[in-house]
């Protein structure tokens, strides 16, 4: 991948990052106003989704460092 190409990706994994800090949000958000089990489960699974995608980018993070594809500042 080209230089330009490889911001593009940094950026897109830091976007995902923000992604899974607004889904904490809303998944803690969502649990304390819960009405019933249903809203647990929903509000569960987005917190679920979020450690996910945070564990896979910071695992592709790790890789793009080690590649030298990962400038401090990305």
Known sequence: ????????????????????????????EGDISREDVGCGVLFGTVRDCAYKIRNLAESEIAEHKKRGKWQQGD
């Open 1 to 28: 991948m080209g230089g330009v190409m490889k911001d593009h990706c940094n950026e897109a994994i830091n976007r995902a990052l923000e992604l899974v800090r607004e889904l904490m949000i809303l998944a803690d």
